[in-house]
């Protein structure tokens, strides 16, 4: 294989792979939050917004970090930023993104969670201004200087900013119109869709609280039975620590 099919290639890989599949995650996760399933809602915007970054990487060829990145968005979003271009994110997107990182990664409804009710329209703004980027730029680097001030100037209304080839506008074109995935797509969504909106409805407050979080005493002895999450392990303990220092522990479970 060419050098220039092989980097053809790997563009290939990384739309399909990551921006495709960040897509599919996207309408997963409104569809999750109109039925008020919102870890799911969470953890699906974390795998969206994750891929994302990862279809950006790959495509601005970024070598893999030494150090994984996990599923941290934030370390994510600070290696675009040094290694790509600044993505001019809003500060809603970006208190998007420290959300997702403190309860999206909770798979196992280890942690609690809450949403005040608008975190789907910021998720909306969150994909939209990240995945302009997902595009393959020129290696010409100023023609490609060229590209990222064309991206950032474009004063259309959000809808109208299409990406060639992206399965969300595929799923707003295909079949006429009448692909399965379009309603939970363009439900409320001021980003994608046909017709620009200039109102959504937001949702409601939705909050729980974990089994570990109420009984956190439990934590040894769920251990010997399921793997949790490092950083959550180190946070149990680091408060029942607290807890007992201060005379605040309970007594343990039977």
Not at 39 to 52: D, H, T
Not at 103 to 125: K, M, N
């Amino acid at each position: 294989m060419s050098w220039d099919n092989l980097q053809v290639r790997v563009n290939d890989f990384a739309i399909r792979s990551f921006r495709d599949s960040a897509d599919c995650d996207y309408i997963s996760a409104r569809m999750d939050f109109r039925a008020w399933l919102i870890p799911q809602f969470l953890w699906s915007g974390l795998q969206a917004i994750e891929k994302y970054f990862k279809c950006i990487h790959v495509l601005n060829r970024v070598p893999k970090p030494s150090k994984p990145l996990g599923h941290n968005l934030t370390a994510a979003y600070e290696l675009t930023m040094r290694e790509c271009f600044d993505l001019g994110l809003s500060d809603t997107s970006k208190k998007l993104i420290e959300h997702l990182d403190n309860y999206g990664t909770s798979r196992y409804y280890e942690l609690p969670f809450h949403v005040q009710g608008y975190e789907r329209f910021d998720l909306d703004r969150a994909v939209w201004e990240i995945r302009r980027y997902c595009r393959v730029l020129d290696r010409n680097q100023s023609v490609r200087e060229k590209q990222l001030k064309e991206i950032e100037s474009d004063c259309r209304p959000p809808n109208k900013v299409r990406l060639q080839g992206g399965f969300l506008e595929k799923v707003l074109t295909d079949m006429k119109g009448k692909h399965p995935a379009r309603a939970a797509l363009v439900y409320q969504n001021a980003y994608f869709g046909v017709r620009s909106r200039k109102r959504v409805k937001v949702g409601g407050l939705h909050a729980g609280n974990s089994p570990l979080s109420l009984y956190p005493e439990m934590l040894d002895e769920v251990c010997k039975y399921a793997l949790l999450p490092k950083r959550v392990v180190d946070a149990y303990r680091e408060l029942l620590a607290a807890r007992k220092k201060d005379g605040t522990v309970r007594v343990p479970l039977p």
